[in-house]
DNA sequence: GGGCTGACACTTA
DNA sequence: CTAAGTGCCAGCC
């Protein structure tokens, strides 16, 4: 039972990623096969929260180190976030040391 | 099956 | 540096 769709391999990405990490939607549509698909992984996100997937969405930022958006509002992501350990940058999310890396 | 939408990324002004 | 516009992809109706 392989991944069917790109969805499914994006959430089982997301999923890897630990407590005080973010990674990028960049960097998830890369390690899901597609550099180019980082709205489709927006999308994606959009469509699926984590109480339906198990997916810590609030850890996926944009590639600038902008929050990004969430379901449940962006504040509410940035405030999960900085409990979970990651650094802030005035407001932006410090990349610099809470970038997760897949391999 | 087709068309619209969208939690992005990149380039140019 | 910021702002605006364009291009990309997958998912949903």
Redesign the pocket.
Do not use: E
């Given at each position: 039972m392989a991944a069917k769709?790109?969805?499914?391999r994006v959430f089982l990405l997301a999923k890897q990623i630990p407590a005080g990490k973010v990674a990028?939607?960049?960097s998830l549509?890369i390690a899901a096969g597609?550099p180019?698909?980082?709205?489709?992984?927006?999308?994606?996100?959009?469509?699926?929260?984590?109480k339906k997937t198990g997916v810590p969405?609030?850890r996926?930022v944009?590639?600038?180190g902008?929050p990004?958006?969430?379901?449940h509002g962006r504040k509410r992501?940035i405030s999960l976030l900085a409990k979970e350990g990651v650094f802030f940058r005035e407001g932006k999310i410090d990349l610099s040391g809470c970038m997760h890396t897949f391999r």
């Open positions: 769709s790109f969805r499914d990028t939607y960049k549509a597609n180019k698909a980082g709205r489709a992984v927006g999308t994606i996100m959009h469509y699926n929260d984590r969405c609030h996926i944009k590639s600038n902008d990004g958006g969430y379901l992501k």
